[in-house]
């Protein structure tokens, strides 16, 4: 028998325009961790490709990457948040999700511009909101909760991101471990885009239901705040200008820039 492509995927709402149907695919082995933990296993050898955080790609060598689909936003995406106790400009210290590895360097990015505050970052299991600190870093389903349900002060980086920048946001492409031959298996990742974006108002309206947040907060959150296929120009250029102000914050390898498949 061949050996299975393992591949990783985010437990969230925001992957499932991108991995569904995926675990039915022949030759396909789909399991799920937050991103710092898919990041360990690809760099590990535990995963071949990973739904994951996109400054990986500029933290070690060999990567490629699924050009013209991943999770990404033009504006807000209600599922990345910094939490608020204090006006923005009056943030000193902020702790930062331990799930997350590309919103930490998000917000790093945007907040190196005035005094820059100091950054805690919390240990798995932790959370971030239970420290003394002038605002805490939250990502996925548990943002987006905290945003709409809890009605929480808060300050969204990938909005601040596209207005500084006029680029969307990647958060997350599909990332090809070095060494992978993904050819064979490209078009069951494009036929999950598919089916995923087919399936997205669906998805939106039972996440509404299982987490008691109205209809339209989640298919707002879904189907028009996330973004799952970019022209792959554009999304080369956005990858490139993150990694070059991440690099300028010594956060990334400035010389990394890894290839993009086609689909």
């Known amino acids: 028998m061949k050996t299975p492509l393992r591949v ?15 675990e039915d695919e022949d030759g396909i082995e789909l399991r799920y961790e937050v991103p710092s933990r898919l990041v360990e296993q690809l760099r590990t050898g ?12 500029f933290r070690r060598p060999e990567y490629s990457y699924i050009a013209g689909i991943g999770v990404a936003g033009r504006g807000v995406v209600s599922s990345v948040q910094l939490f608020l106790r204090k006006a923005i400009e009056e943030v000193r210290h902020v702790a930062l999700d331990p799930s ?24 798995g299991g932790t959370d971030p909101r239970e420290l003394p600190c002038d605002a805490w870093l939250r990502i996925g389903d548990p943002a987006l909760r ?3 349900g809890e009605g929480l002060a808060h300050w969204n980086p990938s909005e ?9 946001f990647v958060f997350a492409p599909w990332i090809v471990a070095p060494g992978v031959n993904l050819d064979a298996h490209l078009p069951a990742f494009e036929r999950a885009a598919d089916q995923g974006l087919a399936a997205a108002l669906d998805l939106a309206r039972q996440a509404a239901r299982e987490w008691d947040l109205p209809e339209e907060v989640c ?3 879904l189907t028009r705040e996330c973004l799952y296929r970019l022209p792959a120009g554009e999304m ?4 490139w200008t993150f990694r070059n102000r991440a690099a300028a914050l010594d956060l990334c390898d400035p010389a990394l820039a ?4 086609a689909l």
């Open 100 to 123: 997350s590895r590309t919103a930490r360097t998000l917000a790093r990015i945007l907040l190196a511009d005035g005094p820059a505050p100091s950054f805690e970052e919390v240990e």
């Open 219 to 221: 298919e707002q959150y």
């Open 146 to 148: 905290e945003c709409h």
């Open 236 to 239: 080369e250029q956005a990858l």
């Open 258 to 261: 890894p290839r993009a498949i």
């Open 46 to 57: 535990e995963i071949d490709v990973a739904l994951v955080s996109s400054i990986e790609l």
């Open 160 to 168: 601040q991101w596209t207005l500084q920048t006029g680029l969307p």
């Open 8 to 22: 990783g995927t985010v437990p969230y709402l925001v992957g499932r325009p991108m991995d569904l149907g995926l």
